[in-house]
């Protein structure tokens, strides 16, 4: 069956994911990591992102150095033409993969974040990848091959405060990747979830995270994550890049009751990021 076996190279990966891959969210970090190793493989790529200048500059450099086409597309993916312009832009090509890697995290007290900052993550992290599963799954699954991987985070797996919302839409990334790989695999296209601890990302280090003893070393680089990710495609449903990752997953879904948990994960976002929030009392 065409989307159980694993692409064994490059070429098979070219054939079964080209010959254009759309990365949403590719400016930097994580998303342009996903970026030059997919232009390393020869697609071409469309690039997503706001920043004009940082997507140009990638485009350019990977163009040159890979020998692909590509285009940049800068606009803000939570924003009301996003699906027009992308409908827009794609016309015509071929597009065999997916990445939907932008989000949006209002790290803090659920009710020091304001309403308009919960439904831009809402906008970002869940209208947008369903709207473009929605909008190249069809595509894919008329063409009979393809891949979709859907960027999302340990935070998931239990409730976490400071970034209640946040998790909770990344949750639905979850589980949606899970029901399209389930209802999809047999007709040749692969569904991934991603499940990512903390990246050593711009976005991350700008979220100001205080390191917190022994977890302070916990973050992988982007290249690890983008190969755990792309070696998982097309042989099951989600995949947490990194041993120790994978280990503390183990211990929070399966050894921890799932209370235990919350005020565990609650107790390192606290570490974390309670610096960033006014002065309260803890209790
Ligand atoms: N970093 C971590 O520790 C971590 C942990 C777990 C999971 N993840 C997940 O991994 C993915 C990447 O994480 P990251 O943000 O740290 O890394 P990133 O890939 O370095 O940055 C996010 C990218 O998305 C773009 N983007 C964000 N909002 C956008 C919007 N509204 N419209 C268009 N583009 C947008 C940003 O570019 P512009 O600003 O130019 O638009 C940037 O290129 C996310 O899905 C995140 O939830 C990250």
Known sequence: MPGISKPASTKQF??????????????????ATYAEELARRGLNLVLVARREALLQALASRLAEKYSIQIRSLPLDLAGPETFGRIIAETKGLEIGLLVYN????????????????????????????????????????????????????????????????????????????EGLWEEWRRDGVDVLACIAGAIRTPNYLASSPRQTGRFSDATIQPEKVVAEALSALGRQPTVIPGAVNRLSSFVMRHLLSRRAAIRFMGFILRGMYAHTEPDRKEN
């Open 14 to 31: 070219l054939q079964k994911y080209g010959p254009w891959a759309l990365v949403a969210g590719a400016s930097e970090g994580l998303g």
């Open 102 to 177: 932008a989000a949006f995290s209002a790290v803090g007290l659920f009710l020091e974040r304001t309403l308009d900052e919960h439904l831009r993550e809402i906008d970002t992290n869940v209208r947008a990848p369903l709207g473009l599963v929605e909008l190249f799954g069809k595509r894919m699954l008329q063409a009979g091959r393809g891949g979709i991987i859907l960027m999302t985070s340990l935070s998931a797996f239990q409730g976490s405060a400071y970034i209640s919302t946040y998790s909770a839409t990344k949750a639905f990334n979850i589980v949606l990747a």
